[in-house]
């Protein structure tokens, strides 16, 4: 019997040589990913007129940078405090309220910072309730006490970290219960109690887990701009902001772009040398699960405490002070305002999630069929996008894409005599471009996790059975990737629903979301107004972290079974 060419094929996955159609189509959409950022590195020495850098470096710029060290410490110690401490008393102990907490305590992360921020800023100012209580209840004055001002550098730490937290407990969470329990039974074999395993032996291991969450942390507070615009707290980001729109010079915004993505550099910099030569492996294979060491009486009211504070300050006050001023009194104009304000988000957040979700499959089936090392290496430059603030991927899009429609609307006019306007930055397309090099990279790492959990095998039966890549993909991948592909839209929705340095820069004219309209309003110190477009985006972004903290529960749960 004559052999067939498949019979000569090597085992393993279906994989080609040569660049291909997928590997070149990846190519493509990394570089696009990638070019905002150059063109915001490309303007770092651009000359302009110094006029305004030179201003600004003579009177804000110092306060930009030491403000942004002073968020960055507060918020980096912060938020690893707390989630560190809720992570190991949720997965080590068993307490009152233990198995609520298990998933309550990521709903912070459905608040955006500048949605607190406005709410706090109702709670504590000084017509505001507690302070108009205090006053009532000892007959106090203006004068006759002091308050501490939410609207500061130290207010804004505190609702970054009471927003960010839940970075550091997700995955502290999960790397304390992947703990190796051989060393924790280890320990306890040569004296180390509760809180000596968990400095010497759970926390070491937690370790990378513990810094990328706080890194993470630190990313968002750096790209935030409403929270810091509110409270009036000059950073690189509402310099950005105020060098664009109210100076008018986008070389000053571009450098200080750069100065500011400098800044998440040395951030990511420096969570990587933390860990210098160390490694932080399981070395023993005595790996079953244990069960929580039960609390009672005061060390359970104090682990019961210690967790509910955070998700109380976090998420259960802001969206109680929301909900209350938006059923009495609310936007004056709800109605069909809102549906078109709520109608402009779900549009830029489902074209957003759709999109993503297609280059990230994109991209990670082409890294998986490819020989070659490259296509790997430009999903690690499209990730990089979601370490970028929002406003400098919005200045590095507009400088670009302004050129190339300016260039669009000359030559229609010299070669059909008409002159159709901004086609690209006059609609929502240069927007969605700006989110997806921000998010594309939540999508892809979705993508690229769950396509390694299938196995090669799958790849050489539908080979035998004639597929080729397309097909393979549509018959094989897709359907086993389906809870994935919801799970990474969901992701990249609810975070475009949030997204607000971006919007602001970039949206069209007459063009409002919700982030924009709660911020807008906000900003004009009509915070009742403000709780309704606010509370939609706090609903939004609810059910996939509660979907989220869920699945990761039951994944510790399967691994004690």
């Known amino acids: 019997m004559s052999a067939t060419t498949t019979d000569f094929l090597p085992a393993g996955p279906l994989r080609v040589r040569g660049p291909g159609v997928l590997a070149l189509a990846a190519l493509v959409v990394a570089a696009l990913a990638a070019a905002p950022i150059l063109s915001v590195w490309a303007n770092i020495f651009s000359g ?15 306060e930009y940078v030491a403000n942004t060290l002073w968020l960055c410490a507060g918020v980096g110690s912060g938020v690893i405090v707390v989630g560190v401490s809720t992570a190991w008393l ?10 609520l907490f298990e998933w309550a305590l990521v709903l912070p992360l459905a608040v955006p910072a500048y949605v607190m921020a406005y709410a706090y800023t109702d709670l504590l100012q000084f017509v505001g309730p507690v302070q108009t209580w205090l006053r009532e209840s000892f007959g106090w004055q203006k004068g006759d006490y002091w308050f501490p001002d939410v609207r500061s550098v130290g207010g804004a730490v505190a609702m970054f970290i009471f927003v960010l937290y839940p970075y550091v407990y997700l995955l502290a969470r999960t790397a304390f219960m992947e703990r190796a329990s051989g060393m924790l039974e280890a320990g306890r074999s040569l004296g180390l109690g509760p809180w000596g395993s968990f400095f010497r032996i759970s926390l070491p291991l937690a370790r990378p887990a513990v810094a990328t969450g706080a890194a993470l942390a630190l990313m968002e507070t750096l790209a935030d701009y409403g929270t810091v615009a509110y409270f009036a707290v000059q950073t690189f980001t509402t310099g950005i902001y105020r060098a664009w729109f109210s100076l008018g010079d986008r070389i000053a915004a571009a450098q200080l772009s750069a100065a500011l993505l400098g800044f998440v550099v040395l951030v990511l910099l420096l969570e990587r040398m ?22 009672s009486g005061f060390k359970a009211a104090g682990a019961l405490f210690a967790c509910a504070v955070p998700l109380a300050i976090g998420f259960l006050v802001p969206a109680g002070i929301l909900l209350r001023m938006a059923l009495t009194e609310g936007d004056a104009q709800f109605g069909p305002r809102f549906a078109n304000l ?3 988000s779900f549009t830029l957040a489902a074209l957003s999630a759709v999109l993503a979700v297609g280059l990230a499959v994109l991209l990670a089936y082409a ?6 090392r490259w296509p790997q290496i430009m999903n690690r430059v499209v990730g990089l996008g979601y370490a970028v603030p929002g406003s400098v991927i919005a200045v590095g899009v507009l400088i670009p894409v302004t050129r190339i429609d300016n260039w669009l609307a000359s030559w229609m006019e010299a070669s059909f005599g008409t002159n159709p306007g901004l086609l690209l930055t006059g609609g929502i397309a240069a927007v969605i471009y700006a989110y997806l090099v921000r998010f594309l990279a939540m999508a892809l790492q979705t993508m690229e996790a769950s396509l390694g959990k299938i196995t090669p095998s ?3 039966a539908a080979r035998s059975l004639g597929y080729g890549q397309g097909a393979t993909l549509r018959h094989v991948h897709l359907p086993l990737l389906r809870g994935s592909l919801l799970t990474a839209g969901l992701l990249v929705f609810v975070d475009v629903m949030k997204e607000l340095p971006a919007t602001l820069v970039m949206r ?7 982030a924009t309209q709660a911020y807008m309003l906000a900003s004009d110190e009509r ?7 606010a509370l939609a985006i706090v609903a939004v972004g609810i059910l996939p972290l509660i979907a989220i903290s869920r699945q990761i529960a039951k994944g510790g749960q399967a691994r004690a079974c």
């Not at 915070?527 to 477009?533: G, P």
Request: hydrophobic share 30%.
């Open 48 to 62: 302009g007129t110094g006029d305004t850098w030179s201003h600004l470096a003579s009177t804000v710029l110092p």
């Open 90 to 99: 949720v997965t080590m102990h068993d307490f009152p309220g233990r198995r």
């Open 274 to 295: 933390s860990r210098g030569r160390a490694r932080f492996h399981n070395t023993t294979g005595r790996n079953r699960p244990q069960h929580g060491r039960r609390l």
């Open 342 to 344: 709520a109608g402009n």
């Open 367 to 372: 890294a998986r069929m490819s020989r070659r």
């Open 458 to 460: 799958m790849d050489d």
């Open 508 to 514: 069209p004219f007459n063009f409002d979301t919700l």
């Open 527 to 533: 915070l009742a107004e403000a709780s309704t477009a």
